[in-house]
C-alpha cells in the first residue's frame, strides 16, 4: 500500500572528474535531473490521489486510505539536499540526515580511482579482493560492514512508517538499501549497478516485493 522511492543524487561535479567522497555540488545536468525528479513525484502523487478518489467513490477501495504525506530523506552532504532543492517544503516533509551519507573514504576522499590505485597500490588490491568487509585507513574511514551499520536505525525507521518515501542518497546506501529491500545477497551487494539519474521504487505486496526502475533521459 505505500512506496519508497530511491535515488542516488544528481550527477556532482566530483562525478565530472571521477573523484570519490567529499562533498561538491551538482552540475548543470544534476540539477536539471533533480527538478524532472520533483516534477516525477509529484506527478505520481496525483495519479495516486485520483485513484483514492475514485475508489473512495466507487467504495471498491482495496486498501486502507494512504497518509497523503510523502517524506523526504537526503543525506547531509550538498549534492543530495540540491537535488531536492525544487521539492516545495510545504508539500513534503523533508529531512537531512547523515546517516545517509556516502562512505567515508578515510585518506583517500577527494581521489580519483586511478589516483587510489597509484598512491595506495596495497590499499587498492585489498579493496578489490574484499570490498564488502575492506575499511579504508584513516580517520573515520568505513567498510560497506561499517555503512550497513549505521543504518540499520534508518531501517527500522523505514519498517515503522506508514506514508511514501523518497530517499535521495550515495552510491554505497543506495546498495545497501535496495539489497535489503529487494532480500539481494550481501556478498553481490557491493559490485550491484546502480548509475545516476535513475529512480528506484519499491512496492512492498502480497506476494513479494514490487520493484520498478525509471532511468532519467535528457
Ligand atoms: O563515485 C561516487 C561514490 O559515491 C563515491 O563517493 C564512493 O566512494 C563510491 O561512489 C562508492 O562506490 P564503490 O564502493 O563502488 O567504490
Sequence with gaps: PR?????????SLDNL??????????????????ACLSRFIKFQRQENERIRTLEAETGTAMTPQKEKTVAVWTSMLTRTKETVE??????????????????YA?????????????????????RRINKLFYRYPGMGGESYLDVIQRL???????????SDLLIVTHRVVL??????????????MPNMEVQLHTLYCVEPKPHGTVVRRFKWCE
Design 17 to 34: 572528474v571521477g573523484k570519490i567522497g567529499g562533498d561538491a555540488p551538482l552540475s548543470p545536468k544534476g540539477k536539471r535531473y533533480g
Design 3 to 11: 512506496s519508497i522511492w530511491l535515488t542516488r543524487h544528481g550527477e
Design 152 to 162: 540499520n536505525p534508518l531501517i527500522i525507521e523505514l519498517e515503522r512508517m506508514t
Design 106 to 126: 578515510g585518506i583517500c576522499e577527494g581521489l580519483s580511482y586511478t589516483e587510489i590505485e597509484r598512491r595506495y597500490p596495497k590499499e587498492f588490491e585489498a
Design 175 to 188: 546498495r545497501i538499501l535496495l539489497s535489503y529491500l529487494m532480500d539481494i545477497d550481501r556478498s553481490k
Design 86 to 103: 525544487e521539492f516545495d517544503p510545504k508539500e513534503y516533509d523533508i529531512k537531512h540526515m547523515r546517516f545517509l551519507n556516502e562512505i
